[in-house]
């Protein structure tokens, strides 16, 4: 940036990177520059990048780094060194992101735990001059066991992806690394806020120390309002005195925070169709899950306020019923032991039944599964991704796979981050034979990139928003040329829509405090989200909870707004009861075969804007260079 001295010189993003970088991204890198430069806001020095998945955080994260380390409005570099933090998956991911786009010209010390850790770390902190290793790149767990060593030095820049790991600032990696001494400060995090305020309050303490008060001061100031007019309950004069606190924290925040929706890449990749289906549950499901939730032992775990504070009682409760909703097969084992909430079941299994080869007609899911991969793999040249939470019900796909001789490829935790990498290039690549990818969502969830494959089905709901949201988002990506089509299965009437219908509430306070979206609708009271441990009789909870307006006697008779698309909120999705009003063939075909689908919620991505040209660059981006398109300049 210029100043009013005459020795102060423009600082010029390297042509290497401005030449691939999208409007959107030289925003963000422009943004990030001037937080971490104090022009943004005055003696503050760090920000938060909160792009949605797909949007190239990496790369406008690895541009600012190689700006700052190498230039600087005084004729020398801003920054002699800088740390990356990331989850320990993610460590070689970074390494690898930096060479790809700086071709070699930026060292990094990779450090994810090992024996000689301690002596690597203190040579990184008293390298000095050009023989030094300007970048560490180190895992969460690596550096809390460091921290001694790295608190030792001054360090220009510290970057923190999954920044959302930071949301308790209690926890001691918060404490380690605001215990660095680095003023400027970067955390990446697409999902900012997953489950409440406190937690946002946290990132922003942690970027900028002190521009929200104390913790007790923004939930007295911000959080009791915000959250009271969030409520489905809440009066209009708490829902006026919430939206002035959202738009005074608004103010505040947004100097510090840069966030831009996944709709941008409408603009550069082919259409998304989302669909929730919900489906019934067999009827030796419904028996098992009946007497389960009736019997004594359970009802006596079960707290009121499970949804705020369960205890571990209620909490395994909540996972027996969790793994019924995908197959008996899963809770077999206590089935056999007839242990609490099982003690008269065993006699409602089939005869002859085991759990060594798979029966998909005992679950409403899995057998819409079967038919699903039967049709597409019979009449389309597409493969899938298979989501779980459990890598139990992976196990449960490998069986089927095995009995209907479909080529699989899985990956869990268990599986090391070198073989990950090859196993989701084989699978990329034109000429690989296998259909299925089945993923574990907590190993999988994050940086993995699956375009080889154009459908995904998560299978169960994670309580996190952003887990599912980031488990749903390794087809739909760069790269990706084919439509893409995201099923999300849910089990009608039971736990797993009360826990889709939370996400939908930790979403909406999301999206009204991070994506200022004031008119997200308020579907869902903190009363009836506690009510976890019933089984409805319906079509879909979801639905009649939403009290939509467009439907009459399971009729959609009125479409959703032209305008809407998956990031609506899902009162403006289409629904439908039947087939008819189904965009995919796939799901269609197999409606009535399957017998088990009683609703769907479905909408795709806005439409695809055909790639922009230079001079539509140029209209898109005020600080674009006509005379030297190669770089960008983002001095003031």
């Known amino acids: 940036m210029k100043g009013d001295g005459p020795a102060l010189v423009h600082v010029v ?44 955080k990496t790369l406008q994260c ?15 570099p801003t920054i002699d060194k800088g740390i990356i933090v990331c989850p320990s998956s993610l460590v070689r991911n970074w390494s690898n992101e930096i060479d790809k786009w700086l071709k070699g010209r930026l060292n990094s010390l990779i450090m994810d735990g090992g024996p000689d850790a301690k002596k ?8 000095q001059g050009r023989t030094a290793i300007p970048v560490l790149i180190i895992s969460y767990e690596t550096f809390r066991m460091h921290a001694d060593i790295l608190h030792a030095g001054e360090i220009g820049l510290v970057l923190c992806d999954e920044g959302h790991r930071l949301k308790n600032c209690e926890n001691q990696t918060y404490r380690a690394l605001m215990g660095l001494r680095a003023k400027r400060r970067v955390l990446l995090s697409g ?97 098992l899950y009946l007497n389960y939730i009736n019997s004594e032992s359970v009802r006596k775990t079960v707290c009121d306020n499970v949804e705020v504070k369960a205890s571990l009682s209620s909490l395994a409760s909540i996972t027996t019923l969790k793994k019924l909703c995908n197959h008996p097969d899963l809770v077999w084992d206590k089935i056999k032991e007839e242990s609490e909430g099982f003690e008269n079941s065993l006699q ?33 040249d597409d493969k899938i991704v298979l989501v779980s939470n459990y890598t139990q019900t992976l196990d449960l796909f490998e069986k089927l796979c095995r009995k209907r001789g479909y080529m699989y490829v899985r990956l869990d935790g268990t599986m090391s981050i070198k073989k990950r990498a090859k196993v989701v290039a084989n699978f990329n690549s034109p000429d690989s034979r296998e259909f299925i990818f089945m993923l574990s969502s907590k190993a999988g ?38 439509p893409c089509y995201v099923y999300r299965f849910l089990t009608a009437g039971t736990i797993e829509e009360k826990i889709f219908q939370r996400q939908a509430h930790k979403k909406a306070l999301s999206s009204t405090v991070v994506d200022n979206n004031e ?42 707004p032209e305008e809407a698309d998956c990031t609506s909120d899902l009162a403006n999705w289409y629904h439908c009861w039947d087939k008819k009003g189904l965009a995919d063939m796939v799901l269609k075909q197999i409606w009535d075969v399957s017998k088990y689908i009683s609703f769907v919620f479905h909408q795709k991505s806005a439409s695809q804007e055909v790639k922009m040209s230079k001079i539509e660059e140029q209209e898109e981006d005020p600080d674009y260079d006509e005379n030297n398109d190669d770089c960008d300049d983002y001095s003031d």
């Not at 022009?39 to 949605?52: F, K, L, N, R, T």
């Not at 690895?62 to 004729?75: D, K």
């Open 519 to 560: 008119e997200t609708a308020r579907h869902f009271s903190a009363a009836e989200l506690r009510d976890l441990f019933k089984l409805e009789e319906t079509d879909s909870d979801t639905h009649q909870r939403l009290r939509c307006k467009r439907c009459l006697n399971k009729i959609q008779i009125k479409n959703p």
């Open 348 to 380: 409602l299994l089939p005869a002859g039944y085991n759990d060594k080869d798979v029966m998909p007609e005992l679950s409403g899911k899995l057998m819409l599964l079967d038919c699903f991969l039967a049709n597409l793999k019979t009449n389309y």
């Open 120 to 127: 690597k770390l203190t040579q990184f902190m008293q390298g």
């Open 445 to 482: 969830g994050c940086g993995l990139n699956l375009i080889g494959a154009n459908r995904l089905i998560m299978f169960d709901p994670d309580w996190n928003p952003a887990n599912d949201d980031q488990a749903m988002a390794r087809v739909w990506r760069d790269g990706q040329q084919k």
């Open 13 to 56: 993003v390297d042509p290497t990177l401005s030449n691939i970088l999208r409007p959107h991204q030289r925003e963000g890198v422009k943004f990030m520059y001037n937080c971490v430069t104090g022009v943004q806001i005055p003696d503050s020095y760090g920000c938060i990048m909160a792009d949605e998945m797909g949007l190239g």
């Open 62 to 76: 690895i541009t600012l780094l190689w700006t700052l380390v190498r230039q600087g409005p005084e004729c020398k």
């Open 191 to 287: 999902t900012p806020i997953q489950n409440d305020l406190l937690e946002y309050f946290s990132l922003i303490h942690f970027v900028n120390e002190g521009l929200l008060g104390s913790a007790h001061e923004f939930k007295r100031k911000f959080e009791n309002h915000i959250l009271r007019g969030q409520d489905s309950t809440a009066t209009d004069l708490e829902r006026k005195r919430a939206l002035d606190c959202l738009q005074e924290l608004s103010n505040l925040v947004n100097r510090c925070l840069i966030r831009r929706t996944s709709s941008l890449l409408t603009k550069y990749l082919p259409v998304k169709f989302e669909m929730i289906v919900v489906c019934q549950l067999t009827p030796l499901q419904r028996q």
